[in-house]
């Protein structure tokens, strides 16, 4: 496990490597507390020529009010006001003041963004509520989302919840970006850029502390090695206490326990010519991640098979607690979350003619190791349930970007090949009779038919993806800017499933428990109780196709500070393949023709006003939007005709909508205080959806009368609901980010400093937490209270903060339990948490 002392000795490290004398980096006020739009420095690395230098630090934003935020959202070095799309820029100080160091914490300042994790690999983020299929994990569909770093597509969504590491900027870019990325992706990206080798030295080093025993550490060294090589190597670590108590372990659970090391070399071999290789390393090692009772409600199943029935089955059996927010849990299987990340890029960027050309080649791999309790009780139901999975990805992008008077553009290819290999096991316990067979059988009396019924699962995966993709910007006026963009994408996706699942028999010898009638001990009564739990699969999906992406952007200068914009995209997620399994047919093969997922294909359109006034003090950004997406990717439940147990997979829903407005405003009147405000509406729904998975209190056994939102039973199976007009799951229709910072100059101990306070706020209103909404899973709208006070300057910044001040209970997400027993799941937010921080910049 990652030791949780290494945060003290990241200090000492730092502070002998770094030469006396050293430059300083840029002030420690530079820390604008506007995320979405106030002024921020431009990223260290940034392509272009105009661009700042590690070198030579840009002017504090804190010292100007008319300083330009530069982004590479179009692969070239802009102010993000004349950038006709929608933004939002987070700078690294935004970034340390906050205490914002990972995407979870991200979503707190950024109203569109969602993200939702009950471990690493189950991990989804959306954009305006689209991007990732809802509640169910699978390794054969691809994220709407993609995540960049320092130009490297990350494939993996475990990546989402890695500690930022040495982070200069984070754009999020809302809406398709096919035409312009690496990875076709139809939501939106967040593009983050670490900070760049410096040809002067510099450092940095933090230390934080806090309740829950909160141990941070960070550092990060830079220098020239030769006169053309510059390198920066820089740490960070995080552990903390877990926040729920586990009675059966006796152990904190879901704490923090985070290692990230990143280094780089920079080199100059000749004007016009820089070579960078970066390499990373990031481990989590947590214990974790367990989903606590939240509530019961009451299911179609019979009275015998809900929870409370099946829990006294168990004598002397009872909750820790039926309130979520006394955070205890008795889970008894083992725990555990390690997530290794890690790879290697060299990226090369040359000036030809009038334009830069781009190679970016990167390897990366993945090491998962999860443990789960996955009847989320305190019962030997499943003792094992666990998918550890191996990955390795290759990428190679390669692109012109020409900058010359009236034209310029972006032409690039990109190719991306991935394989993953996992091996999941599943196995039950001595409670897996009663809990899971009918109690009208003799079998659910008798532990020893299902104790030990286990699956032993092979699943690959080898996915290849190529795209040739353009980016025109014809400026035919000085205000007028009309840009037309293409994709060609092809994907291929070769999978295999392969589970063997084998039980005891009535005779005492193990057997392979087979969907085949004519398999040996098929009639066995206690093969046949095993099988309608879960039998051996088999099958090899395949996936394979074309398709074309195209946008249309017109922008025109109003006036020097006032930008409009309009922009059509026709977007394509890629199809897919279920490698979860998929339902078996009563011949006992599996139902093939659910095995391969559509494409999306998404229709966006979206209208925005970008604007500055009072001599640039104030910015207001207002964007809204209008996406159709044909082919949704979701979560369903066996709707094959003739399928004889239910199950989970992915497929597709008829159609989609999301709109809504977005805007963002920040001010600062003078050099004393900044504020800002972002907020969205966003209205998302199933348009056309007649076969979903039903909510629990519709399913398991019989249609039921609505006793909540309006899901109407289909006709096909009960186990499907038609959810048309119903709210997209994980979307607030009300999202806002605001806070403030005031500071005051004085001397301390001799030296020109800033004390300062800070606020920062965000609140969401109810949303679905379930892929079909239920009255059991909607979560209450809530807001978060941030404060800090400190005080700093250009070499340290010393401050007090507090998260979650008024100590609000919350829910981040609400699930649906295997077997549709009543019982919901539970992944709290964090309770008040407090502490202090001292950073020191050399």
């Known amino acids: 496990m990652v030791r949780s002392h290494v945060a003290a000795l990241l200090v000492g490290s730092a502070l002998g490597l770094v030469p006396a004398g050293g430059a300083a980096a840029q002030v420690a006020d ?35 009010n008319g300083g ?79 995540i960049y770093i320092d130009q490297v597509y990350y494939n993996r969504i475990a990546a989402a919840t890695l500690d930022f590491v040495d982070v200069e900027q984070i754009e999020v870019l809302r809406g398709p970006q096919g035409t312009l990325y690496g990875k076709n992706t139809t939501a939106g990206a967040i593009n983050i850029t670490t900070r760049a080798p410096s040809f002067e030295y ?245 532990p020893a038919v299902l104790n030990g019924l286990l699956a032993e699962n092979d699943i690959r995966l080898d996915n290849l993806s190529v795209a040739a993709f353009g980016k025109l910007n014809w400026h035919p006026t000085e205000a007028l800017t009309i840009s037309p963009g293409i994709r060609i994408n092809y994907d291929k996706k070769d999978g295999l499933y392969n589970s063997i699942v084998t039980g005891t028999a009535s005779d005492g010898t193990r057997r392979v428990v087979s969907n085949d009638p004519a398999s040996a001990y098929y009639n066995d009564p206690w093969i046949a109780a095993q099988r309608g739990t879960q ?62 997922i559509d494409p999306e294909k998404v229709d966006h359109f979206e209208i925005g006003v970008k604007s500055q006034f009072w001599d640039r003090r104030a ?80 399913a398991g056994g019989g249609t039921g009368t609505p006793p909540g939102p309006a899901a109407t039973p289909g006709a096909n199976s009960p186990a499907n609901c038609n959810v048309s007009g119903q709210w997209l799951p994980g979307l607030s229709k009300w999202a806002f980010s605001w806070g403030g910072e005031y500071n005051v100059p004085g001397i301390v101990f001799g030296q020109e400093a800033q004390g300062y306070v800070g606020y920062d706020a965000n609140y969401r209103s109810k949303f679905s937490s379930n892929a079909s909404r239920s009255i059991y899973t909607d979560i209450d709208g809530y807001s978060i209270h941030n404060f800090r006070v400190g005080i700093r300057n250009d070499r340290f910044d010393v401050f007090a903060w507090v998260r979650n001040a008024f100590d609000r209970n919350y829910f981040e997400s609400l699930a649906v339990t295997p077997g549709n027993t009543g019982l919901i799941s539970a992944q709290l937010g964090d309770p008040r948490t407090w502490g202090g921080t001292v950073r020191l910049t050399f």
Do not use: H
């Open 30 to 64: 530079s820390a604008v507390t506007a995320p979405a739009t106030a002024d921020a420095v431009p990223a260290a690395n940034a392509p272009q020529p105009q661009t700042p230098t590690a070198t030579e630090p840009a002017t504090p934003p804190a010292a100007t």
């Open 68 to 146: 330009d935020i530069l982004v590479t959202a179009r692969r070239k070095a802009e102010n993000v006001q004349d950038v006709p799309i929608a933004i939002s820029v987070i700078d690294a100080g935004t970034l340390e003041s906050q205490g914002t160091y990972n995407i979870n914490r991200l979503t707190q300042l950024q109203p569109t963004l969602q993200f939702f994790s009950t471990n690493p690999r189950n991990t989804f983020i959306n954009i305006r509520g689209i991007g990732a299929p809802f509640g169910l994990t699978n390794d054969g569909f691809e994220q709407g989302v993609g």
């Open 202 to 446: 510099e450092g940095k080093a933090e230390v934080s502390l806090g309740n829950y025993s909160f141990k941070q550490g960070k550092a990060s060294v830079s220098g020239p090695i030769t006169d053309d090589l510059a390198a920066r190597i820089s740490v960070s670590t995080t552990d903390r206490r877990g926040t729920i108590y586990n009675v059966t372990s006796n152990q904190w659970i879901n704490s923090q326990d985070n290692l990230g090391v990143r280094g780089s070399l920079l080199w100059k071999p000749m004007d016009g010519l820089r070579l960078t290789l970066s390499g990373d390393y990031n481990l989590q090692d947590p214990i974790c991640c367990g989903q606590i009772y939240a509530r019961v409600g009451t299911t179609q199943r019979a009275a015998n098979r809900q929870y409370a029935a099946l829990t006294a089955l168990f004598p002397g059996y009872r909750v820790p607690s039926t309130d979520p927010f006394d955070r205890l849990t008795d889970l008894d299987a083992a725990l555990a979350a390690r997530n290794e990340m890690g790879g290697l890029s060299l990226r090369a960027e040359a000036d030809v003619g009038d334009g830069t050309l781009t190679s970016v080649t990167a390897w990366r791999y993945w090491d998962w190791g999860p443990k789960n309790d996955r009847d989320f009780t305190g019962l030997p139901v499943y003792t094992r349930v666990n998918n550890p999975t191996k990955q390795n990805q290759y990428t190679q992008e390669l692109r012109y970007a020409y900058d010359a008077g009236k034209i310029d553009f972006v032409v690039g290819a990109f190719g991306f090949y991935q394989e993953i290999r996992t091996s999941g096991v599943q196995e039950t316990g001595p409670a897996g009779s009663a809990w899971l067979l009918a109690p009208s059988s003799a079998l659910s009396r008798n």
């Open 535 to 596: 039998a051996s699969q088999f099958f090899e999906p395949k996936f394979s196709d074309w398709n074309l992406s195209y946008d249309l952007n017109l922008s025109y200068k109003v006036a020097p500070d006032v930008l409009g914009y309009a922009t059509y995209a026709r977007s394509f997620k890629t199809g897919g393949i279920n490698l979860n399994g998929v339902p078996s047919l009563p011949s006992g093969l599996p139902a093939l023709d659910v095995a391969q």
């Open 619 to 698: 910015t207001l950004n207002v964007t809204g939007f209008w996406t159709n997406i044909k082919d949704f990717q979701a979560s369903v439940i066996s709707n094959v005709s003739g399928s004889n147990v239910l199950r989970g997979y992915l497929a597709n829903a008829d159609k989609v909508r999301v709109r809504g407005v977005e805007a963002d405003f920040s001010v600062r009147p003078t050099d004393r205080f900044s504020g800002y405000v972002s907020g969205a509406y966003t209205d998302g729904k199933f348009v056309r959806f007649v076969d979903a998975p039903c909510p629990p209190e519709l």
